[in-house]
């Protein structure tokens, strides 16, 4: 059985669509306060704007930033930068950067927040990744730092050969 160009490629970027779970962790600067510990767990529905190299996306999670549980949402704009050589059915890696714009983001003490930030990721056959992100908040001078594991839920397996 031969295997069309199509089916080959059928884990790479160029899906139509993704739907990617993020855990992170990393830090929350307000201004002059201290450091405090950031989690955040995100999933993130993504479509194709031009296949293989742009994705748009719709981020909403919670987050966590030291003290007490919040909720985010907001939009993702993703461009593949790099994309390794195939190894048998998929890429081998792809490098990406995102610039995100969070104006959803609410805690009780913290209240209304809108987070503006961007970020440099290295996934690998479109399945698992890794994401460094810097975001800063737009009504006060705070800094949020991440280091995000990805899943896609939608990734498919290769075809039996």
Do not use: C
């Not at 955040?40 to 993504?46: C, E, K, L, Y």
């Amino acid at each position: 059985m031969l295997l069309s160009p199509a089916s080959v490629m059928g884990q790479d970027r160029s899906k139509e669509a993704a739907l990617l779970v993020e855990i992170g962790q990393g830090f929350y600067r307000p201004r002059g306060g201290p450091e405090l510990y950031l989690a955040t767990a995100q999933a993130v529905p993504q479509w194709s704007l031009v296949p293989g190299r742009l994705r748009v996306g719709l981020p909403v999670g919670l987050f966590h930033p030291g003290y007490q549980l919040g909720g985010l949402a907001g939009s993702r704009l993703t461009l593949n930068v790099l994309q390794g050589a195939p190894v048998l059915l998929a890429s081998s890696f792809q490098l990406h950067i995102l610039a995100e714009y969070l104006p959803l983001v609410y805690s009780p003490t913290m209240h209304w927040r809108q987070l503006v930030g961007a970020g440099v990721g290295l996934e690998t056959s479109n399945l698992l990744g890794i994401t460094l992100k810097l975001h800063r908040d737009v009504r006060t001078p705070a800094i949020y730092g991440q280091l995000m594991l990805t899943y896609n839920l939608f990734h498919q397996a290769p075809p039996p050969l």
